[in-house]
């Protein structure tokens, strides 16, 4: 089966900058997408970054030009560089990636103080 453990999350003071893993793990074969998601206390889980086996990036509107999604083949991991965090970036960021079916990390705490 396949196994998504993310790492990185912490606390970084606003303007701060992180930097998030996934590593995937079972049978990998043939990813269509891997992404990431966060979901904010209270709140919807939402959409942070993915992309296709094609290539094509897609970003949340609230992250556009702050944080890069990015992968190694090699490793079998993602990664997600989040730079000029904000507050309301504050949540759980979860790993995706989509093979036959979808599979989802135990997600890493990221708190952005003010």
């Known amino acids: 089966q396949v196994q998504l453990v993310e790492s990185g999350g912490g606390v970084v003071q606003s303007g701060g900058s992180l930097s998030l893993s996934c590593a995937a793990s079972g049978n990998l074969f043939s990813i269509d997408t891997m992404g990431w998601y966060r979901q904010a206390p209270g709140k919807e889980r939402e959409l942070v970054a993915t992309t296709t086996r094609s290539g094509s990036v897609t970003y949340g509107d609230s992250v556009k030009g702050r944080f890069t999604i990015s992968r190694d083949n090699a490793k079998n991991m993602i990664h997600l560089q989040m730079n000029s965090l904000k507050p309301e970036d504050t949540g759980v960021y979860y790993c995706?990636?989509?093979?036959?079916?979808?599979?989802w990390g135990q997600g890493t705490q990221v708190t952005v103080s003010s």
């Open positions: 995706r990636i989509e093979i036959l079916n979808e599979y």
